[in-house]
């Protein structure tokens, strides 16, 4: 039962209404989101209490872990209710060092579509983002085949709604050509702002802008000026970047990650700070 409206509503993402802030869920797998958790209790605790709190929208990819995060998302929360809508990701493995290498022929995508409805226990996929670059930045070149290949089994009745991960303009465009895109996922926060022209190119079109890394991922977020205006608000430097993520555009959702119930609470306060106007000025120039 949801005692709570998280903080930013919703926002319409194809015909689903996705909670702005969500959930990543890809620090539930083991260490170097690899493996098992080391508390498997808690990593479900945490995910009953994600729902508790009212989020809708939990991000996952059957390659955390891999099948780590997939698993324990079934077996904490299905049968899910009604309202929930889980977001995952196709096109990368992992090899037997932990590597993140790529797996975006149209076989492999088909492949990995049928993994996460399986392990899942979903008939259908709420959002599948092709996920085309690496971890830092996106990967030139045309992704027709694959978007082709998603856009069918969408057609057939697997998959709701389609998204990109970690693309460029360029690359949103060309799959544009070919179906509908509901949403884009990069890496974006307050220090790494080089997607600023794609976020206000994705609310110009209503599309869902989702931020990975929101907090800095594997190396927490570092500036001066985030912690001088934290100082000064007497929050965190992470409530600090939070808010500011979900008052750049109305179009951004969140998708913080953690393992602690208790930090969870923590973020889903910090998203609700409303910053000021004299505070969001000193954060602007940050990262540009």
């Not at 802030?21 to 083991?30: E, S």
């Not at 992704?143 to 069918?152: D, M």
Request: charge should be negative.
């Amino acid at each position: 039962m949801a005692t709570q409206t998280p903080p930013g509503g919703t926002y319409r993402v194809g015909d689903l209404h996705l909670t702005r802030v969500g959930y990543g869920a890809m620090q539930l797998a083991g260490p170097g989101v690899f493996g098992p958790p080391e508390d498997r209790d808690g990593a479900i605790a945490v995910l009953r209490a994600v729902v508790d709190l009212g989020i809708r929208h939990i991000d996952t990819a059957d390659f955390y872990g891999p099948h780590v995060t997939n698993e324990l998302i079934r077996e904490a929360l299905a049968p899910y209710p009604d309202d929930l809508h889980i977001v995952t990701k196709v096109g990368a493995r992992r090899d037997e060092t932990g590597g993140w290498p790529p797996a975006r022929t149209p076989a492999e995508l088909r492949t990995q579509v049928h993994e996460n409805l399986r392990r899942l226990g979903l008939d259908v996929l709420d959002v599948v983002n092709l996920r085309v670059g690496g971890i830092e930045a996106p990967e030139p070149g045309s992704i027709a085949p694959q978007v082709e290949a998603l856009a069918r089994l969408q057609q057939q009745g697997l998959i709701r709604q389609l998204g990109l991960s970690t693309v460029t303009a360029e690359q949103l465009a060309e799959a544009q050509s070919i179906a509908p895109i509901a949403c884009v996922q990069n890496l974006y926060n307050l220090a790494r702002r080089g997607d600023d022209a794609l976020v206000d190119l994705t609310a110009r079109q209503g599309i869902a802008f989702v931020p990975y890394f929101p907090l800095g991922g594997f190396a927490p977020l570092q500036s001066q000026a985030l912690a001088s205006v934290a100082q000064q608000l007497g929050v965190t430097s992470m409530a600090v970047a939070l808010a500011w993520l979900l008052q750049r555009s109305p179009n951004v959702l969140l998708i913080p990650g953690t393992s602690s119930v208790e930090h969870l609470h923590e973020n889903v306060a910090g998203a609700a700070l409303e910053l000021p106007a004299a505070a969001i000025a000193q954060l602007d120039d940050v990262g540009r």
